[in-house]
């Protein structure tokens, strides 16, 4: 079965100082990737995904970049971190439904980013 | 183009009683739909999914949602609810033609149980 990974599960960092969230899927090949942001008491915000190795689309600008130097893994990076990057970041993957029909996606159990 | 409505930000039942949260979609293509539910500091679980065969769909925890065409809704119900049942929970919908990742998501229903 597939398992999805991300740490740390908690992260303090003071602003300025870089980021680093690391995400890794198990028992898929292939998968498409995504990093989504909820800050506190709103919705997802999808941030980037990719659909193979060194392939990043980006959905919204900022100080964040992502990575993914392996099939199964996918990174999420900051060279200096702001105080409106507090959030929870989720990782997932997805899987094609037949027919056409879209995506089913899973996600991971988050990192919680403290900026201070 | 999809979207997806969640029409309760927040929704608060006793524990025992029913529970219904109500999520409106619209799409150009035959759409699959999806309830997910995430507790705090937790990520989102998938609590059902409704990729065109019964309308009726079954998911864990005693869960169950409609999909209705002619609604272009798929609300969330169960029976009874359990303190444990209280937390977030997200309406999704993904088709062939949907967003840049193909999928939207819902803002959010913030349900809470109260004893």
């Known amino acids: 079965s597939q398992t999805i990974h991300q740490w740390p599960a908690t992260l303090v960092q003071p602003v300025g100082s870089p980021l680093s969230l690391e995400c890794t899927v198990e028992?898929?090949?292939?998968?498409?990737l995504y990093w989504y942001r909820q800050a506190a008491g709103r919705g997802l915000q999808l941030l980037f995904y990719s659909v193979g190795i060194g392939q990043i689309s980006s959905e919204v600008p900022q100080n964040l970049s992502a990575s993914r130097p392996q099939d199964r893994q996918f990174i999420l990076s900051s060279k200096k971190l702001l105080l409106s990057d507090s959030g929870f970041y989720l990782c997932?993957?997805?899987?094609?439904?037949?027919?056409?029909?879209?995506?089913?996606?899973?996600f991971g159990p988050g990192t919680r980013l403290l900026v201070l | 183009a999809q979207s997806v409505t969640q029409l309760d930000s927040h929704v608060s039942v006793s524990e025992g009683t029913p529970v219904l949260l109500r999520c409106n979609y619209s799409s150009s293509y035959s759409p699959s739909l999806f309830w997910y539910v995430q507790h705090p500091n937790k990520g989102l679980q998938l609590l059902l999914k409704y990729t065109s065969a019964a309308t009726l769909v079954k998911g864990i925890n005693g869960f169950e949602a409609e999909f209705k065409k002619s609604e272009t809704s798929f609300h969330l119900t169960k029976p009874s609810a359990h303190m444990s049942d209280a937390a977030e929970y997200f309406c999704v919908v993904s088709d062939q033609g949907g967003g840049a990742d193909g999928l939207t998501f819902g803002k959010g229903t913030h349900l809470i149980i109260q004893p």
């Open positions: 997932a993957w997805s899987v094609m439904l037949a027919g056409g029909r879209g995506k089913t996606q899973y």
């Open positions: 028992g898929t090949s292939n998968p498409n």
